[in-house]
């Protein structure tokens, strides 16, 4: 297929933003294609935009994180909890046993 775009990057980086979120139609998606294959400089900017489409999904991807993040602490809170637990139940036991063995020494 001819590069239909040969010597008019400014056409295809006009395009490339749609063409990066496949919103291009069938026949100038082909076209960006061929063009792209012989053409470092397009490739390159079509990179740009991917990189700067991933950083702006990874933003919006912290506010669907913080859910894990809240279930993390919960985590954290509850192993708190049982840890807590534990060491009251083995202070308790520990008491019983002095209170026992004070009680029965004579
Ligand atoms: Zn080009």
Same mark, same amino acid.
């Given at each position: 297929?001819? /590069?239909?775009?040969? +010597?008019?990057?400014?056409?295809?980086? /006009?395009?490339? &933003? @749609?063409?990066? +979120?496949? %919103?291009? #139609?069938? #026949?100038?998606? /082909?076209?960006?294609?061929?063009?792209?294959?012989?053409?470092?400089?397009?490739? /390159?900017?079509?990179?740009?935009?991917?990189?700067?489409?991933? $950083?702006?999904?990874?933003?919006?991807?912290? &506010? +669907? #994180? %913080? &859910?894990?993040?809240?279930?993390? @602490? $919960?985590?954290?809170?509850?192993?708190?909890?049982?840890?807590?637990?534990?060491?009251?139940?083995?202070?308790?036991? @520990?008491?019983?046993?002095?209170?026992?063995?004070? @009680?029965?020494? +004579?």
């Amino acid at each position: 297929m001819k /590069d239909i775009f040969k +010597d008019k990057c400014e056409i295809v980086r /006009d395009l490339l &933003p @749609l063409f990066a +979120d496949n %919103s291009c #139609s069938r #026949s100038a998606s /082909d076209c960006i294609e061929v063009h792209l294959i012989t053409c470092k400089a397009c490739r /390159d900017y079509l990179n740009s935009i991917k990189n700067s489409r991933k $950083a702006e999904n990874t933003q919006q991807d912290i &506010p +669907d #994180s %913080s &859910p894990d993040f809240a279930g993390l @602490l $919960a985590k954290i809170r509850r192993h708190k909890i049982v840890t807590r637990s534990v060491f009251a139940a083995v202070t308790v036991g @520990l008491a019983a046993l002095n209170i026992s063995f004070w @009680l029965t020494k +004579d």
